[in-house]
């Protein structure tokens, strides 16, 4: 249905789908797979829709970026923050009122068809940002909850930020960090330790290993050879895993 509005509105205008797998609800999960996709999409308007709080006092919002090389359009959730971010930071932004750029919705909980996809394609078709809505203050956008690492002594204490469709774990960070710890890694989550092996790809870990290996974005993850580590690790989103050297 978002497809047909934007194609009602726009029928010149291209679309391309970064993903429709997010987890429900989950809107850090959201704000990743963006802020990854971001450095890759072309010049235009980026819609994202990750909404819990759809039909509540949370705020739907445009906000341009690079000097108006592209608009994200979504809620004031933190789902876009870290995208904005990415590619500079705000410039302009607007609240999504003017119903002149919406459609009449039969209930208040799919933004998504009635506020989002209607504006991303008038913003698509050149309507300038202002006539949205009215202006928002940039630094009034909720800002994207991303965790970071924190050393503890010689060990490290690390996030799980998702599990892709493989059971690959990524952890929130990058080789740099872990260089120091040398080729084999002791990783323990929750009651479990395991040794894993610092490899450059999967074909490297062996039957029966764990390998941390960096991902196509940078990080590091937790891998196994043509199988899940997520399922076989028991990790998911979210976990704390501490990475320390052998023995520490």
């Not at 797998?21 to 971001?38: C, M, N």
């Not at 010049?43 to 739907?60: I, K, W």
């Not at 872990?178 to 330790?193: H, L, N, P, Q």
């Amino acid at each position: 249905m978002v497809h047909g509005v934007i194609r009602s509105i726009a029928p010149d205008v291209g679309v391309v789908d970064i993903c429709h797998e997010v987890p429900p609800y989950d809107v850090r999960a959201g704000s990743l797979t963006l802020v990854r996709a971001v450095q890759y999409l072309a010049p235009g308007v980026v819609l994202g829709v990750v909404d819990p709080g759809v039909a509540t006092a949370r705020r739907a919002v445009a906000v341009e970026v690079a000097d108006g090389e592209a608009i994200f359009v979504g809620p004031d959730n933190g789902l876009l923050a870290p995208a904005v971010s990415m590619v500079g930071g705000a410039g302009r932004a607007v609240e999504l009122t003017q119903v002149a750029y919406q459609l009449a919705a039969p209930g208040p909980t799919f933004a998504g068809r009635d506020i989002f996809a209607p504006a991303a394609a008038y913003l698509a078709r050149g309507v300038d940002l202002a006539e949205l809505g009215p202006p928002v203050d940039p630094l009034s956008l909720r800002p994207g909850l991303v965790p970071l690492p924190r050393a503890e002594g010689e060990a490290l204490a690390t996030e799980v930020l998702w599990v892709d469709r493989f059971g690959n774990v990524q952890l929130n960070v990058g080789p740099d960090e872990v260089d120091a710890m040398g080729e084999r890694v002791t990783v323990r989550w929750a009651e479990e330790i395991r040794t894993a092996n610092r490899v450059e790809a999967f074909e490297g870990i062996g039957p029966g290993q764990l390998g941390l290996i960096v991902d196509s974005y940078g990080l590091m993850a937790l891998a196994l050879d043509r199988a899940s580590a997520g399922e076989e690790l028991g990790l998911r989103a979210g976990d704390l895993v501490t990475l320390t050297p052998p023995g520490g």
